[in-house]
């Protein structure tokens, strides 16, 4: 992660303002905003597992979209009140990803 990035200005509204248009057609308006924001923490989930905000960690990021789309699923599952379709899961996160990249929170 670049020291110059700040992950923790990241913003919210401006996240699904950048997320929603890039979801195929059928799935943009089938979550509200809060539920695409939640993708995002359980994303950040995912990242604080693994040690990505670790502030002695000066290794590169080594992320494996597959196993965050997995645990993503899994902490869904786990939630009875989160209605998501299985095959919007990967959209939603790699919306996110691409929003990240967007943002270069992961530059070296």
């Known amino acids: 992660m670049s020291q110059d990035n700040d992950f923790f200005s990241f913003d919210d509204d401006k996240a699904v303002e950048f997320i929603r248009p890039r979801l195929p057609q059928e799935i943009q308006d089938k979550y509200t905003d809060n539920e695409i924001v939640y993708i995002g923490d359980i994303v950040y989930d995912f990242y604080e597992k693994k040690g990505f905000f670790e502030e002695n960690n000066n290794d590169e990021v080594d992320l494996d979209v597959d ?6 699923r ?5 939630d009875t009140e989160a209605e998501y379709a299985d095959e919007d899961i990967e959209f939603l996160v790699r919306g996110e990803l691409d929003y990240e990249e967007y943002l270069g929170m ?3």
């Open 67 to 72: 196993e965050l789309i997995e645990f993503v």
């Open 74 to 78: 899994a902490c869904l599952k786990k």
């Open 106 to 108: 992961w530059e070296a």
